[in-house]
C-alpha cells in the first residue's frame, strides 16, 4: 500500500483546488518560507484525524479554512482528501483504492467520508491503525518537531515508540475493552439498583402469595368439607321427606275414615238420644279439644318460624363482628403522631431547670403532659375495636319464642285438662246402660282415635316443619359456596364416602360437620378469601424481572471477567510484542547513531514514571488524585570524545541528529507505508545531510518518504520535486518536477 495523492481544497493558504501525486518512493516539496509548504504536513494530520487545532497551528477550526484575500473570495470549507492504493489489502476494506476524506465548516463541524461514504471518526483511526497509520505518529514529524521524541517525557516516549511498533490496533482494541468494561460496570450498578428497588416489592408479593398459597389449600379444604356436607344433607333432606309422605298417607286417610264414620255415628245417636245433655256437653267438649289442638298446631308452625328467623339474625351478627375484626389494628398518621410529640416535648422543656425543683412545679409539668396524652389518646390512638352488636331483634325474637312457648304449654295444658274431663265423663256415660251405649262406645272409640291420628299429623307437621327449615338452611348453604369457592361448590352429587355414603350419617355428626365448616368459612374469609389472578399475575411479572435482572448481573459479571481477560490477555500480549520490539528498535538506533556522530553509541531503556491519576479514570468513584506507576522508555547516548550526563547537555544539531537515528530506527523495524519529513535536516551540515541523504534513500526501500525541505542535497534524492509558490493574491500553488524527465530533456 502507498499514497497515491493528497487534495486540498481551502485548507490554510490552498485557498483553490490543489494536488500532490507520489508515484515514486521519494517526493520533495520545497518552497520559500511562507509559501505554505508546510501546510502540506499539516493537511496530512488533518485528513489522518487529528484533533488538536493547535498542533495544526490554529485556535478553532476556522482557522483552517481558506480566509480569503482581495482577489480571491474566503472559502466556507476546507477539504483534504488523501488516496491510498490498497491492492495488497493492508487495509482492512474491499477496495483496490480507498480514499479518505475531511471537511471543517466555519461552524466547527467536522465530516469523515471513506470512499464517498459518511463514516466516523473512529471508523477512520480503526480503518488506519491497522496499516500502522496515525494523525500523530511517528511517521509524521511537522517542522519543530525533528527532536520531540527526544524532549517527550519517558512516558511519551513509549507511546511513540509503542505506535511505531503497530501496537495501536492493540491499544485501541485495549481502550474499547476498557469502555466496554467501565459500560458493564455501569450497567452492573444500574441493574443492581433496579434489582434492589423491585425487592421490597417482590418480598411483599412473596408474603401475599404465601397468604393466597393458605387460602388455597383451605378452600380445598373447603371445596372438600362443603362436598361432604351438602352431599350428606341432601341426602338427609330426601330421606326425611319421603319418610314423611310416608308416615302421612295411613294416618291422613284413617282420619278421613274416622271422621265420616263419627259424623254417622253421631247422626244416629241423635236419632236415638236427643236431648242427652252428657252427650252434648260430651261433644261440645271434643270440638273444643279440636279447636285447642288447631290452635296448638298453629303455636308449633309460629315456632319453627320464629327459630327460621333467629337462625338468619344470629347469622348476620357474626357477619358483623366478623367486619368489625377489619377495623382494629388502623396505623396512626404520622401528622398526628408528629404533632403529639411536639406538644410533650415543649410540655417537658417548660418544665423548670434547677436542680432541687418543687413538688407543684412537678406536680405542673406531668398534670400539663397527662392533658396532652389523654387528648392524643382521645382522639389519635386507634383504640381495640369493642365490637357491641345489636341484639335487640334477637331478644325481641327469642322472647317472642318463649312467649309462643308458653302460650303452647298452657294450650298442651288445656288439652290435658280436656281430655281428663272427655275421660271422666266417658266413664260416666259408660255406667248408663240403655240402647245408645254400643252406638256411644263406637263413637268415643272413633273420637279417640280421631285424636290419635290428629296428634300424629301433628307431629308430623312439625317435623315438616323443622324439614322446611333445614332446606332452607341447604339452599342457603350452596348459595354462600358459591360466593366463596365458587361453582365448584355444585359438585357435591359427585363426592364419594365409601361405605358411608350408602347409609345416612348420624344426625350429631352432621352438625359437627356443620360447625367445622362454618369455622373454615371465618379462617378463609379472615385470609383474605379466594386467591385473586391480579397478586398472582403481579406476583409472577415482578418475580420474572428479578430473575431477569438476576440472570442480567450474572451476564454482565461473565461479561466483565472476559474482558478483564482479554485485557489482561492484550496487556500480557503488548508488553512481549513492545519488549522485542524495543531491543530491535534499540539496535537500529546504535547502528543509526554511529552512522550519524562516526562512533560513541546509544541505546533505549525501560523505566518506571510515577504519574497521578484520577480516580474516575480508574473506574471509580470521583475522588483525590493518587499515584501511580507506569512504564516509559528512557534514551541514553555516549558521544564520541565528549561525555555527557543528559540528553539535556546535547547541542541543537546533536539533538537533531539523535532524534532523525531514533525516527529512522523506528522506521527501520517496522516500516510504515509512508514517512513525512518535515524540514528535520535544518540543523545538519553538509557532512550530516550527506548522510542523512544516504539513509533517506535506504529507508526509502521500505517505506514511501514525501520530504519538505530547504536541503539541497536531500533534494537531490528525490525523484519528484514540488515548489509550493505564494502569488500576491496569497494562494499557495504548486509547481512540480520529475527529475528523471528533466534529465531527458537536457539530453
Request: proline share 2%.
Amino acid at each position: 500500500m502507498y499514497l497515491k495523492s493528497v487534495e486540498l481544497i481551502g485548507f490554510k493558504s490552498f485557498g483553490k483546488k490543489s494536488m500532490l501525486e507520489f508515484t515514486t518512493p521519494i517526493t520533495a516539496i520545497v518552497g520559500p518560507n511562507g509559501s505554505g509548504k508546510s501546510n502540506t504536513a499539516e493537511a496530512f494530520r488533518f485528513v489522518l484525524g487529528e484533533q488538536s487545532i493547535k498542533s495544526l497551528r490554529g485556535k478553532r477550526g476556522e482557522d483552517l479554512i481558506w480566509g480569503g484575500s482581495t482577489e480571491v473570495s474566503r472559502a466556507n470549507r476546507a477539504t483534504v482528501r488523501a488516496v491510498f492504493d490498497n491492492s495488497k489489502r493492508l487495509l482492512d476494506i474491499d477496495f483496490d483504492e480507498v480514499a479518505i476524506e475531511r471537511t471543517v465548516y466555519r461552524d466547527g463541524t467536522n465530516e469523515y467520508m471513506i470512499n464517498g461514504s459518511k463514516v466516523r471518526l473512529k471508523d477512520i483511526i480503526a480503518l488506519l491503525a491497522g496499516a500502522n497509520i496515525g494523525f500523530s505518529g511517528h511517521h509524521i514529524i511537522s517542522q519543530g518537531e525533528a527532536d520531540r521524541i527526544i524532549s517527550a517525557s519517558s512516558r511519551e516516549r513509549r507511546q511513540m515508540i509503542e505506535d511505531a511498533l503497530g501496537l495501536r490496533v492493540y491499544q485501541n482494541k485495549k481502550e474499547e475493552s476498557l469502555k466496554k468494561l467501565e459500560h458493564t460496570e455501569e450497567n452492573k450498578v444500574q441493574v443492581e439498583a433496579l434489582r434492589r428497588e423491585n425487592t421490597p416489592h417482590l418480598r411483599f408479593l412473596e408474603r401475599q402469595v404465601k397468604k393466597i398459597e393458605k387460602a388455597r389449600v383451605l378452600r380445598e379444604d373447603l371445596v372438600a368439607k362443603y362436598h361432604e356436607y351438602l352431599f350428606f344433607e341432601e341426602q338427609y333432606l330426601k330421606n326425611e321427606k319421603k319418610m314423611l309422605d310416608n308416615l302421612r298417607n295411613e294416618p291422613t286417610a284413617r282420619l278421613k275414615e274416622t271422621e265420616q264414620r263419627i259424623m254417622e255415628v253421631r247422626s244416629e245417636l241423635e236419632h236415638t238420644k236427643k236431648g242427652d245433655k252428657e252427650s252434648e256437653e260430651l261433644l261440645a267438649l271434643n270440638q273444643s279439644l279440636d279447636q285447642l289442638r288447631n290452635q296448638k298446631n298453629e303455636y308449633i308452625r309460629s315456632i319453627g318460624r320464629i327459630e327460621g328467623q333467629i337462625t338468619f339474625e344470629e347469622r348476620r351478627l357474626e357477619e358483623e363482628k366478623r367486619k368489625s375484626m377489619e377495623e382494629e389494628g388502623r396505623p396512626v398518621p404520622y401528622k398526628h403522631a408528629k404533632s403529639f410529640l411536639e406538644d410533650l416535648a415543649y410540655i417537658i422543656g417548660d418544665a423548670p431547670e434547677r436542680e432541687d425543683p418543687s413538688i407543684r412545679e412537678l406536680q405542673k409539668v406531668l398534670k400539663n403532659a397527662k392533658k396532652i396524652l389523654t387528648r392524643f389518646i382521645d382522639q389519635y390512638v386507634v383504640k381495640k375495636v369493642e365490637y357491641t352488636p345489636d341484639l335487640s331483634t334477637l331478644e325481641d325474637l327469642q322472647k317472642e319464642k318463649e312467649k309462643v312457648n308458653k302460650q303452647a304449654q298452657e294450650v298442651s295444658a288445656r288439652i290435658e285438662k280436656t281430655e281428663q274431663s272427655i275421660q271422666a265423663m266417658k266413664e260416666a256415660i259408660e255406667k248408663e246402660k240403655d240402647d245408645s251405649r254400643d252406638l256411644e262406645r263406637e263413637l268415643f272409640a272413633l273420637m279417640n282415635t280421631q285424636t290419635q291420628l290428629k296428634a300424629t299429623l301433628s307431629t308430623l307437621e312439625s317435623r315438616e316443619v323443622t324439614l322446611r327449615r333445614d332446606e332452607d338452611e341447604f339452599k342457603h348453604e350452596i348459595g354462600e359456596g358459591v360466593v366463596l369457592i365458587g361453582r365448584a361448590v355444585q359438585e357435591y352429587k359427585d363426592y364419594s364416602a365409601g361405605e358411608e355414603s350408602v347409609s345416612l350419617r348420624e344426625r350429631e355428626e352432621q352438625l359437627k360437620c356443620h360447625r367445622e365448616l362454618e369455622k373454615m368459612k371465618i379462617r378463609l374469609e379472615e385470609l383474605g378469601g379466594a386467591a385473586t389472578e391480579e397478586i398472582l399475575t403481579e406476583y409472577r411479572e415482578v418475580r420474572e424481572r428479578d430473575e431477569f435482572l438476576e440472570g442480567e448481573l450474572n451476564d454482565l459479571d461473565q461479561s466483565a471477567e472476559r474482558l478483564q481477560g482479554l485485557i489482561s490477555d492484550l496487556d500480557h500480549e503488548l508488553s512481549e510484542k513492545f519488549k522485542q520490539g524495543l531491543e530491535e528498535i534499540s539496535a537500529q538506533f546504535n547502528e543509526f547513531f554511529v552512522l550519524m556522530f562516526g562512533g560513541g553509541g546509544a541505546r533505549l531503556t525501560v523505566v518506571n514514571e510515577q504519574v497521578r491519576k484520577r480516580k474516575d479514570e480508574l473506574l471509580e468513584t470521583e475522588g483525590e488524585d493518587e499515584e501511580e506507576t507506569a512504564l516509559g522508555v528512557d534514551v541514553e547516548v555516549s558521544l564520541p570524545k565528549k561525555r555527557i550526563q543528559s540528553l539535556m547537555m546535547l547541542s541543537g544539531g546533536e539533538r537533531a541528529l539523535t532524534s532523525i537515528a531514533l525516527i529512522f530506527a523506528m522506521s527501520q523495524v517496522n516500516p510504515p507505508p509512508f514517512l513525512i519529513l518535515d524540514e528535520t535536516d535544518a540543523a545538519l551540515d553538509e557532512a550530516n545531510s550527506k548522510r542523512y541523504g544516504d539513509m533517506i534513500e535506504n529507508l526509502s526501500k521500505k517505506s514511501q518518504l514525501i520530504l519538505i525541505t530547504h536541503n539541497r542535497d536531500t533534494m537531490s534524492r528525490a525523484n519528484i520535486l514540488y515548489g509550493i509558490t505564494m502569488g500576491a493574491d496569497g494562494v499557495s500553488r504548486i509547481l512540480s518536477v520529475k527529475f528523471d524527465d528533466a534529465v531527458a530533456v537536457a539530453k
